[in-house]
């Protein structure tokens, strides 16, 4: 199953991720940032955010560029992948939901209408 990912920016992609590790930078844990910095490595060596959108691909990928990387080091970049492409991919497309939504809103709405109520 492939979405149509032409939408999702990887310089958007791309800021996500050295953001968190900018965060980690400023008090998280050695291994926390270590995983961050091993995201960005293998985000830059991709260069697309659909790879990302899939657990099972972003594993494969992570393992292709770091094959003798240990399991749990494995688990959490893969997650940090796959979560942040997956959040982009959830607020690029909610912003296009809601405004339909909104613009559907605004046209089923009627006019105010002043009514006279007995005192």
Do not use: C, W
């Amino acid at each position: 199953m492939m979405k149509n990912t032409e939408f999702l920016n990887f310089e958007d992609y791309y800021k996500r991720l050295e953001k968190q590790t900018e965060y980690l930078s400023h008090g998280g844990t050695d291994y926390r940032l270590k995983t961050a910095e091993l995201s960005l490595l293998i985000a830059n060596k991709v260069k697309h955010v659909s790879p990302f959108l899939y657990p099972e691909q972003t594993k494969n990928l992570v393992l292709q560029f770091m094959s003798n990387i240990d399991d749990e080091r494995l688990y959490d970049v893969t997650k940090m992948l796959y979560v942040n492409a997956k959040e982009l991919e959830k607020n690029v497309t909610k912003s296009g939901v809601l405004k339909a939504s909104v613009d559907e809103r605004m046209k089923n709405k009627k006019p105010i209408r002043l009514v006279k109520t007995k005192r």
